[in-house]
């Protein structure tokens, strides 16, 4: 970086004299109080997530006053600028429809405004994939640092948190065991303080991934929101953007296939949602990274699961920061990884381990000789009704269901599924396979977490807690049962999911990867011949929907833009 492309002078605005064009930025920037000494300092950009709407970025403002805090100790000139924010439970159609949009802003005003480096500040789940995306397709030296999960509520003395113990409680309330009156009083339980969900939700996995990816400083995945711990660390950050603008290190020299596959690795063993495939992947994507399927499935077949973390084991992330966070997961595990891969701290992974405390005695990460899932908390299915793949989380299903045969009762679209799923008059039995449709990238559009299809009213009321599920959906890492997700091709492409009929036979084989469709292949040819395409989406002739519509790629390729990537298949 010359000095003609450093701090104020970066990316001038054109006005064909740039003698003029810097005249006119001090001279704004002067209004805001700014001296001649602040504006020459190495510039870092502190990405502002906070949003009104999301609680799980609520801290931000304290964090953004800890980076700003670090970078000014180091030297550097803090600015703060504003990036879309997304919340799990305020985005309509979904998150994952505007993850890519996210990603997009950030992008671009990181290229845009004059910054040497940038502190990205993500969050709940499509912030930190989001950021990382945009980051990464900018070639800006970045840093990430997350607002951490929230701590746990209490309801009539059992210990709950966001979000395993909504979709358990709701289940409840359907099943009849509780009233209108209490889960009502238990919507003001479940999250107790600001943070992301304290399970091992999509927050919390991607968090964990992107600090064994070497974009955030050890130790910061786990830091719950309310912890000074966290201020701590968001002032280090700081501190270390400094030095990254110095040293000039762009994410491609911390994001590599090495650091991507400890990042995959890291995926299976803390039992992390299945969203990590997805956003891992789009995040390779950006610097044309691949991330294979069968590969990542291989790789789970040796990668022990070792945290006992909701949905699929008993403790939250408080507890997981109580154990000493990723560094106790990683240290099981040293050899499943490449410790030579470089970090944002200025460090190799290994040499991060090693200056991490000592552990201690506790209970949430499993020893390696003792895990709670041997091998593979994710598997990857291939079969006549996913040629593409499609994703089952093991670890969080009923052991029971994972090699199982039954009779399709199929939803075509979640309105379908909202219509009929309660019907007193459904024809279901416990041993059927639920397949919803639909509800893919392109289908639903947006990809939605409705992959956790419930189990009809009356079956819930009967005891039934579990089925197998299918569909071309996500669906939410703090969710469990037996359901298989990103089902590729999708149904809106003709893929085989469409052609389900109800009645037909659908074989899950887990062990041996399979899913299978039950059906002939004249059969099969004769549906293929018949299949018609779904409805336009309205509104998707224009705006953002229509860019969305005409460019997302399927899960397998991260559900990202095909325009992002350097290299696409077609
Ligand atoms: Fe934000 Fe769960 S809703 S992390």
New binding site residues.
């Given amino acids: 970086m010359s000095d003609a492309d450093a701090g104020m002078k970066k990316g001038l605005t054109r006005y064909g004299d740039d003698a003029f064009s810097l005249f006119v930025r001090k001279a704004f920037i002067k209004a805001m109080g700014f001296s001649d000494d602040a504006l020459n300092r190495p510039i870092i950009g502190v990405t502002n997530t906070f949003s009104a709407y999301n609680a ?1 970025h609520m801290n931000v403002p304290d964090l953004i006053e800890a980076v700003k805090r670090g970078v000014m100790l180091a030297g550097g000139l803090p600015i703060e600028f504003p990036t879309i924010s997304i ?3 305020f985005a309509h159609p979904t998150s994952m429809f505007l993850r890519n949009l996210m990603a997009m802003d950030a992008e671009e005003m990181i290229r845009a405004q004059p910054m040497d480096a940038v502190v990205l500040i993500g ?3 499509k912030t930190v994939p989001a950021l990382l995306m945009g980051a990464a397709s900018a070639g800006m030296p970045a840093i990430m640092t997350v607002t951490g999960p929230m701590g746990t509520g209490s309801h009539r003395g059992e210990r709950i948190g ?2 395993t113990d909504c979709r358990r409680l709701w289940a409840q309330f359907r099943a009849g065991e509780i009233d209108a009156a209490e889960i009502e009083d238990i919507s003001g339980k479940l999250v107790p303080t600001g943070g ?2 304290g399970v091992m ?1 999509t ?1 919390s996995t991607m968090a964990l991934m992107t600090e064994a990816l070497g974009m955030m400083l050890p130790g910061g995945a786990a830091i719950p929101a309310w912890a000074a711990d966290r201020l701590r660390h968001a002032e280090a950050t700081g501190t270390r953007a400094v030095a990254l603008a110095r040293e000039k290190t762009a994410p491609d020299q911390i994001i590599t296939q090495a650091s991507i596959n400890n990042a995959l690795t890291t995926l299976l063993a803390v039992g992390g949602s299945t969203n990590g495939i997805v956003h891992i992947t789009a995040v390779a994507g950006r610097l044309g990274i691949p991330v294979d399927l069968d590969a990542f499935d291989t790789m789970g077949r040796n990668v022990p699961m070792l945290v006992d973390l909701k949905p699929s084991g008993r403790f939250y992330m408080e507890d997981l920061w109580k154990a000493g966070g990723l560094t106790a997961i990683l240290r099981e595990i040293p050899d499943l990884l490449d410790l030579d891969c470089p970090t944002v701290s200025g460090r190799t992974l290994g040499e991060n381990l090693a200056d991490m405390p000592d552990g201690w005695p506790q209970g949430v990460v499993r020893p390696r000789a003792d895990p709670l899932f041997a091998q593979g908390s994710m598997a990857v299915l291939k079969g006549n009704l996913a040629p593409n793949g499609a994703v089952l989380k093991q670890s969080a299903a009923d052991k029971a269901l994972l090699t199982h045969e039954g009779r399709a009762v199929v939803f075509d679209n979640l309105a379908d599924l909202a219509a009929r799923i309660d019907d007193p008059d459904l024809e279901v039995i416990a041993n059927d396979v639920l397949v919803l449709r639909h509800i893919g990238p392109k289908g639903a559009p947006g990809m939605p977490e409705a992959g956790y299809i419930p189990i009809p009213k009356k079956l819930a009321h009967a005891g039934v807690k579990d089925m197998v599920r299918i569909s071309d959906g996500r669906m939410s890492g703090t969710a469990f049962g037996t359901i298989i997700l990103h089902v590729s091709p999708e149904a809106a492409l003709g893929g085989p999911l469409a052609l389900v009929q109800t009645g037909d036979r659908i074989r899950l084989d887990a062990p041996n990867r399979r899913l299978d469709l039950l059906v002939d292949e004249p059969e099969m040819t004769r549906r293929r011949d018949a299949w018609t395409p779904p409805p336009a989406h309205a509104g998707g002739d224009r705006s953002y929907l229509k860019l969305y519509l005409d460019e997302v790629m399927q899960a397998e390729d991260g559900a990202d833009f095909r325009f992002q990537r350097p290299s696409v298949k077609d």
């Fill in positions: 799980c919340h799990e439970s969050g709940c789940d966001a979000c992301t969900c939700g927050a």
